[in-house]
Protein backbone atom coordinates (compact mmCIF):
# COMPACT_ATOMS: atom_id res chain seq x y z
CA UNK A 1 0.00 0.00 0.00
CA UNK A 2 1.43 3.39 -0.93
CA UNK A 3 1.57 5.59 2.01
CA UNK A 4 3.62 7.73 4.38
CA UNK A 5 4.32 6.75 7.93
CA UNK A 6 5.19 9.44 10.33
CA UNK A 7 6.36 8.44 14.06
CA UNK A 8 5.29 9.02 16.69
CA UNK A 9 2.00 9.83 16.65
CA UNK A 10 1.53 11.71 19.48
CA UNK A 11 4.42 13.37 21.75
CA UNK A 12 4.68 14.99 25.20
CA UNK A 13 8.00 16.09 25.67
CA UNK A 14 9.69 18.78 27.96
CA UNK A 15 11.12 22.06 27.10
CA UNK A 16 15.26 21.47 25.85
CA UNK A 17 14.46 17.67 25.03
CA UNK A 18 16.14 17.12 21.67
CA UNK A 19 13.78 14.78 20.00
CA UNK A 20 12.75 13.20 16.35
CA UNK A 21 10.19 12.65 14.20
CA UNK A 22 10.37 10.43 11.61
CA UNK A 23 9.07 10.40 8.27
CA UNK A 24 9.07 7.62 6.08
CA UNK A 25 7.44 7.18 1.95
CA UNK A 26 7.47 4.47 -0.21
CA UNK A 27 6.46 5.57 -3.45
CA UNK A 28 9.84 6.23 -4.59
CA UNK A 29 8.93 10.27 -5.07
CA UNK A 30 11.54 12.95 -4.96
CA UNK A 31 9.78 15.92 -3.08
CA UNK A 32 9.28 15.67 0.89
CA UNK A 33 8.36 18.36 3.03
CA UNK A 34 6.93 18.99 6.51
CA UNK A 35 4.38 21.39 7.44
CA UNK A 36 3.32 22.18 11.07
CA UNK A 37 -0.35 23.15 11.85
CA UNK A 38 -1.69 25.47 13.78
CA UNK A 39 -5.22 26.88 14.60
CA UNK A 40 -6.43 29.73 12.45
CA UNK A 41 -3.24 29.57 10.04
CA UNK A 42 -3.59 26.53 8.39
CA UNK A 43 -0.36 24.50 7.20
CA UNK A 44 2.55 26.18 6.82
CA UNK A 45 6.09 24.96 5.32
CA UNK A 46 8.76 24.21 7.66
CA UNK A 47 11.55 22.13 5.42
CA UNK A 48 11.67 20.80 2.34
CA UNK A 49 13.81 18.27 0.18
CA UNK A 50 13.45 17.96 -3.97
CA UNK A 51 16.18 14.97 -3.58
CA UNK A 52 18.66 12.79 -1.98
CA UNK A 53 21.08 15.33 0.20
CA UNK A 54 19.15 18.54 -1.28
CA UNK A 55 17.26 20.58 1.50
CA UNK A 56 16.33 23.78 2.03
CA UNK A 57 14.13 25.90 3.92
CA UNK A 58 10.58 26.83 3.81
CA UNK A 59 8.09 29.63 5.73
CA UNK A 60 8.88 28.46 9.10
CA UNK A 61 12.18 26.59 9.99
CA UNK A 62 13.53 28.39 12.91
CA UNK A 63 14.09 25.83 15.24
CA UNK A 64 13.93 23.01 13.19
CA UNK A 65 16.34 20.82 11.44
CA UNK A 66 16.05 18.12 8.45
CA UNK A 67 18.00 15.59 6.49
CA UNK A 68 17.65 13.64 3.86
CA UNK A 69 19.91 10.82 3.59
CA UNK A 70 18.05 8.47 1.56
CA UNK A 71 14.95 8.77 -0.65
CA UNK A 72 12.62 7.52 1.55
CA UNK A 73 12.80 9.36 4.81
CA UNK A 74 12.75 12.58 5.44
CA UNK A 75 13.13 13.07 9.71
CA UNK A 76 12.49 16.37 11.80
CA UNK A 77 14.59 17.13 14.20
CA UNK A 78 13.67 19.55 16.95
CA UNK A 79 17.66 19.96 18.83
CA UNK A 80 15.88 22.69 22.11
CA UNK A 81 11.74 22.20 21.74
CA UNK A 82 9.71 24.73 23.47
CA UNK A 83 6.47 25.32 24.11
CA UNK A 84 5.95 27.52 21.00
CA UNK A 85 6.41 24.47 18.84
CA UNK A 86 3.60 22.53 20.23
CA UNK A 87 1.65 21.98 16.98
CA UNK A 88 0.39 18.85 14.69
CA UNK A 89 3.03 18.29 12.01
CA UNK A 90 2.37 16.93 8.78
CA UNK A 91 5.00 14.72 6.88
CA UNK A 92 4.46 14.85 2.82
CA UNK A 93 5.69 13.18 -0.63
CA UNK A 94 4.87 13.71 -3.85
CA UNK A 95 6.43 14.18 -7.26
CA UNK A 96 8.31 16.72 -8.66
CA UNK A 97 5.10 18.24 -10.30
CA UNK A 98 3.10 20.82 -9.70
CA UNK A 99 -0.11 18.81 -10.85
CA UNK A 100 0.59 16.27 -8.13
CA UNK A 101 -1.56 15.95 -4.67
CA UNK A 102 1.11 16.04 -2.14
CA UNK A 103 0.46 12.52 -0.48
CA UNK A 104 -0.09 13.77 3.37
CA UNK A 105 1.16 10.99 6.51
CA UNK A 106 -0.98 10.60 9.48
CA UNK A 107 0.42 13.43 11.64
CA UNK A 108 2.33 14.23 15.12
CA UNK A 109 0.50 15.80 18.00
CA UNK A 110 3.27 17.04 19.68
CA UNK A 111 3.19 19.17 22.97
CA UNK A 112 6.00 20.65 24.59
CA UNK A 113 5.96 21.42 27.94
CA UNK B 1 -0.63 39.39 0.46
CA UNK B 2 -2.01 36.29 0.94
CA UNK B 3 -2.17 33.94 -2.24
CA UNK B 4 -4.75 31.72 -1.41
CA UNK B 5 -7.89 33.31 0.21
CA UNK B 6 -10.68 31.15 2.34
CA UNK B 7 -13.72 33.83 3.60
CA UNK B 8 -15.54 31.70 5.61
CA UNK B 9 -14.37 30.83 8.50
CA UNK B 10 -17.46 28.50 8.96
CA UNK B 11 -20.19 27.21 7.36
CA UNK B 12 -23.73 25.25 7.89
CA UNK B 13 -25.31 23.42 5.47
CA UNK B 14 -28.40 21.19 6.08
CA UNK B 15 -28.17 17.06 4.97
CA UNK B 16 -28.98 16.31 1.62
CA UNK B 17 -27.89 19.55 0.21
CA UNK B 18 -25.40 21.20 -1.70
CA UNK B 19 -23.15 23.84 -0.40
CA UNK B 20 -20.38 26.11 -1.80
CA UNK B 21 -16.66 26.52 -0.27
CA UNK B 22 -14.85 29.91 -1.21
CA UNK B 23 -11.50 29.89 -2.48
CA UNK B 24 -9.78 32.73 -4.10
CA UNK B 25 -5.66 32.83 -5.04
CA UNK B 26 -2.93 35.03 -6.53
CA UNK B 27 -0.42 33.85 -8.48
CA UNK B 28 1.74 35.65 -11.46
CA UNK B 29 2.66 31.71 -12.89
CA UNK B 30 0.58 30.38 -15.94
CA UNK B 31 0.80 26.66 -14.34
CA UNK B 32 -0.36 25.84 -11.30
CA UNK B 33 -2.59 23.70 -9.54
CA UNK B 34 -5.75 23.81 -7.10
CA UNK B 35 -5.87 20.98 -4.61
CA UNK B 36 -8.91 20.97 -2.11
CA UNK B 37 -8.30 18.38 1.16
CA UNK B 38 -10.89 17.82 3.95
CA UNK B 39 -9.53 17.28 7.11
CA UNK B 40 -11.93 15.31 9.92
CA UNK B 41 -11.59 16.12 13.58
CA UNK B 42 -9.35 12.84 13.72
CA UNK B 43 -6.49 14.85 12.23
CA UNK B 44 -5.60 12.67 8.87
CA UNK B 45 -5.50 15.17 5.58
CA UNK B 46 -7.68 13.90 2.79
CA UNK B 47 -7.09 14.67 -0.73
CA UNK B 48 -10.39 15.93 -2.57
CA UNK B 49 -9.92 17.34 -5.48
CA UNK B 50 -7.19 18.77 -8.76
CA UNK B 51 -7.69 21.72 -10.89
CA UNK B 52 -5.13 22.39 -13.20
CA UNK B 53 -4.53 25.66 -14.39
CA UNK B 54 -5.22 24.82 -18.21
CA UNK B 55 -7.86 22.35 -17.81
CA UNK B 56 -10.60 23.94 -19.63
CA UNK B 57 -13.01 21.78 -18.17
CA UNK B 58 -14.37 22.20 -13.95
CA UNK B 59 -12.80 18.84 -11.85
CA UNK B 60 -15.80 16.53 -10.50
CA UNK B 61 -14.82 13.53 -8.23
CA UNK B 62 -18.18 12.01 -7.28
CA UNK B 63 -20.29 14.57 -4.72
CA UNK B 64 -17.12 17.04 -5.26
CA UNK B 65 -16.95 19.68 -8.23
CA UNK B 66 -14.84 22.54 -8.53
CA UNK B 67 -16.18 25.68 -9.84
CA UNK B 68 -13.07 27.01 -11.50
CA UNK B 69 -13.08 30.55 -12.68
CA UNK B 70 -9.81 31.78 -13.78
CA UNK B 71 -10.01 34.94 -14.82
CA UNK B 72 -11.64 36.28 -11.21
CA UNK B 73 -8.71 33.46 -9.92
CA UNK B 74 -11.46 31.53 -7.59
CA UNK B 75 -11.47 27.85 -7.18
CA UNK B 76 -14.47 27.22 -5.08
CA UNK B 77 -15.62 24.06 -4.16
CA UNK B 78 -19.50 22.45 -4.37
CA UNK B 79 -20.42 19.61 -2.61
CA UNK B 80 -23.29 18.08 -3.42
CA UNK B 81 -26.19 16.13 -1.59
CA UNK B 82 -24.35 16.86 1.91
CA UNK B 83 -24.44 13.90 4.51
CA UNK B 84 -23.31 14.08 7.96
CA UNK B 85 -19.75 12.65 7.52
CA UNK B 86 -18.72 15.65 5.65
CA UNK B 87 -18.53 17.63 8.69
CA UNK B 88 -14.94 18.75 8.48
CA UNK B 89 -12.09 21.24 7.96
CA UNK B 90 -11.78 21.90 4.54
CA UNK B 91 -8.76 23.37 2.95
CA UNK B 92 -7.97 25.00 -0.52
CA UNK B 93 -4.19 24.78 -1.75
CA UNK B 94 -2.10 26.32 -4.83
CA UNK B 95 0.80 24.58 -5.90
CA UNK B 96 2.80 26.90 -8.65
CA UNK B 97 4.49 25.41 -11.20
CA UNK B 98 7.84 27.30 -11.38
CA UNK B 99 11.11 26.74 -9.39
CA UNK B 100 12.55 30.43 -9.19
CA UNK B 101 11.13 32.90 -6.76
CA UNK B 102 10.74 30.44 -3.68
CA UNK B 103 7.78 28.15 -5.00
CA UNK B 104 9.88 25.25 -4.55
CA UNK B 105 6.28 22.79 -5.27
CA UNK B 106 5.25 23.71 -2.12
CA UNK B 107 1.75 23.55 -0.90
CA UNK B 108 0.09 27.00 -0.17
CA UNK B 109 -2.87 26.89 1.52
CA UNK B 110 -5.48 28.89 2.76
CA UNK B 111 -6.83 29.04 6.47
CA UNK B 112 -9.86 26.29 6.13
CA UNK B 113 -13.37 26.47 6.24
CA UNK B 114 -15.22 24.66 9.19
CA UNK B 115 -18.14 23.00 7.15
CA UNK B 116 -20.78 21.42 10.26
CA UNK B 117 -23.36 19.30 8.37
CA UNK B 118 -27.10 19.37 10.25
CA UNK B 119 -29.25 16.27 10.07
Same mark, same amino acid.
Given at each position: ?12 T ?18 M ?11 R ?12 K??V ?10 K ?8 S ?6 SL???A???L ?10 G ?6 | ????T ?36 S ?8 Q ?5 Q???? !?????? =???? /? ?6 ? *???? &? !?D??M? =??A? /? ?6 ? *???? &? ?12
Open positions: EAQVTQNPRYLIVTGKKLTVTCSQNMNHEYSWYRQDPGLGLQIYYSMNVEVTDGDPEGYKVSRKERNFPLILEPSPNQTYFCSSPLYQETQYFGPTRLLVL | AQKIQTQPGMFVQEKEAVTLDCTYDTSDQSYGLFWYKQPSGEMIFLIYGSYDENATE !GRYSLN =FQKA /RKSANLVI *SASQ &L !GSAY =FCM /REGRRSGG *SNYK &LTFGKGTLLTVNP
